[in-house]
Nanobody, 115 residues
Framework: QVQLVESGGGLVQAGGSLRLSCAAS????????MNWYRQAPGKQRELVAG???????NYADSVNGRFTISRDNAKNTVYQQMNNLKSADTAVYYC?????????WGQGTQVTVSS
């Protein structure tokens, strides 16, 4: 079992920034990939960014150049720095990882961008 706890969401004006954190209840150093997803009202959950244990990153086209994912294995935490936020970024953001074939999710953190 792995518990994931996201934090850092909130209300921000368009053009502003937020930094999300996801703390895991176990060591993440052996976790191949950690991901951030988001789900807006009435829409499917979508992959926003991922990072491997070799710090290779990938981003959705919609956030590339504005969001930065990083991980601190010593703190068992993955981060997502979000800059130049847009109203389209409004969603619940979830942290995700896979361990031994099982997918784990946090409870989510709400990000609301006002225009």
């Amino acid at each position: 079992q792995v518990q994931l706890v996201e934090s850092g969401g909130g209300l921000v004006q368009a053009g502003g920034s937020l930094r999300l954190s996801c703390a895991a209840s176990r060591s993440i150093s052996s976790i191949l990939t950690m991901n951030w997803y988001r789900q807006a009202p009435g829409k499917q959950r979508e992959l926003v960014a991922g990072i491997t244990n070799g710090n290779i990153t990938n981003y959705a086209d919609s956030v590339n150049g504005r969001f930065t994912i990083s991980r601190d294995n010593a703190k068992n935490t993955v981060y997502q720095q979000m800059n130049n936020l847009k109203s389209a970024d409004t969603a619940v953001y979830y942290c995700n990882l896979w361990v031994k074939g099982n997918s784990y999710w946090g409870q989510g953190t709400q990000v609301t961008v006002s225009s």
